[in-house]
């Protein structure tokens, strides 16, 4: 089992950017695919980027992609999200997810989830 806990959420104006972190309890996180996935009000929750054991490959939702990274440090337990040229479409709770699947972009796929982080994109 792990446990995920995400920080780096707050408020940016458009344009900005932010780094997100999630880290990892446990000694197995290198075994695990790693996600992540926002959700705003009122909306489902939907996939940004989901990145392999390894590191690669990654793949990324077309709404983010070009402007959001996501990398891991299997070292240090985190996998991070660099989220550049935010938009105001961008604002959303922001959740880890570990999956035992493999890389994917399904929600169901993943095993283990984190609290979110809140981010604020204003105009």
């Known amino acids: 089992q792990v446990q995920l806990v995400e920080s780096g959420g707050g408020l940016v104006q458009a344009g900005g950017s932010l780094r997100l972190s999630c880290a990892a309890s446990g000694r197995t996180f290198s075994s695990y695919a790693m996600g992540w996935f926002r959700q705003a009000p009122g909306k489902e929750r939907e996939f940004v980027a989901a990145?392999?054991?390894?590191?690669?490959?990654?793949y990324y939702a077309d709404s983010v992609k070009g402007r959001f990274t996501i990398s891991r440090d299997n070292a240090k337990n985190t996998v991070y999200l660099q989220m550049n040229t935010l938009k105001p479409e961008d604002t959303a709770v922001y959740y880890c997810?570990?999956?035992?699947?493999?890389?994917?972009?399904?929600?169901?796929?993943?095993?283990?989830w984190g609290q979110g982080t809140q981010v604020t994109v204003s105009s």
């Open positions: 997810a570990a999956s035992t699947y493999g890389l994917n972009l399904h929600r169901g796929q993943y095993d283990y």
């Open positions: 990145i392999s054991r390894s590191g690669s490959p990654t």
